[in-house]
């Protein structure tokens, strides 16, 4: 079945020690979203690709980057995590179409935890 | 800016009965999208049902079904014969419509309601 995939589904790290996130999706869709959920919070999103031009958020702090290699990869890079950072990272696709764009399709997740 | 509510942060319904989760928003834009996803317990958000604001037909999916009241700004959830499968966090969300550029692909996510379904 065509989906979205996190991995690792579980992170820790260390305070102050980079962490990447990864997300593949088989949908062959051209927009990739990376939100962050707080717990008992709505997602929020930090930045999306379309295609290959990068979206950021303008409250999205600069500790946090993201690469898209190619159509179906795309990653959530946090440079020096600290406390507050320990979340739930959501990356979801959409595919744009000429009107508007489509909806947006979720993986799992991955639960970060920093120590 | 755009803005949606969800003003009851928790409820609780019977199983095999009907409950409707409210979501009011506040936007200019007079043609967008609204959602309803459903998050259960450490598990994947999916979508639940999707409205686009020019149709004044309610969307329906099986068991759910929307009242959508466009004027008033209103976008609530019904969920009948509940299950307790359906116990979850449930989100409504909006998106702006039109060609991609901008944050027209953002969605704008409600606080939640977080249902139980009881036995």
């Known amino acids: 079945d065509a989906m979205v995939i996190q991995n690792p589904r579980y992170q820790v790290t260390q305070f102050g020690k980079p962490v990447t996130l990864s997300c593949s999706q088989t949908?062959?869709?051209?927009?990739m979203y990376w939100y962050q959920q707080k717990s008992s919070q709505a997602p929020k999103l930090l930045f999306h690709y379309y295609d290959k031009d990068f979206n950021n958020e303008a409250d999205t702090p600069d500790n946090f980057q993201s690469r898209r290699p190619n159509t179906s990869f795309c990653f959530l890079d946090i440079r020096s995590p600290g406390l507050g950072d320990a979340a739930m990272y959501l990356c979801?696709?959409?595919?744009?179409?000429?009107?508007?764009?489509?909806?947006?399709?979720f993986g799992p997740g991955t639960r970060l935890t920093v120590l | 800016a755009q803005t949606v509510t969800q003003s009851q942060p928790e409820m609780s319904v019977q199983e095999a009965e009907t409950v409707t989760l409210s979501c009011t928003y506040d936007?200019?834009?007079?043609?967008?999208?609204l959602f309803w996803y459903k998050q259960p317990p450490s598990r994947q958000m999916i979508l639940v049902i999707r409205?686009?604001?020019?149709?004044?037909q309610n969307a329906t999916e099986n068991r759910f079904s929307v009242n959508f009241q466009k004027a008033a700004k209103s976008f609530s959830l019904k969920i009948s014969d509940s299950q307790l499968g359906d116990t979850a966090m449930y989100f409504c969300?909006?998106?702006?419509?039109?060609?991609?550029?901008?944050?027209?692909?953002?969605?704008?996510f409600g606080k939640g309601t977080k249902l139980s379904v009881k036995p």
């Open positions: 409205q686009e604001a020019y149709k004044q």
């Open positions: 979801a696709t959409s595919r744009d179409r000429a009107g508007g764009t489509d909806t947006q399709y």
């Open positions: 936007t200019s834009e007079s043609n967008y999208y």
């Open positions: 949908l062959n869709h051209n927009v």
């Open positions: 969300a909006f998106m702006k419509h039109g060609r991609y550029g901008g944050s027209q692909g953002n969605l704008i």
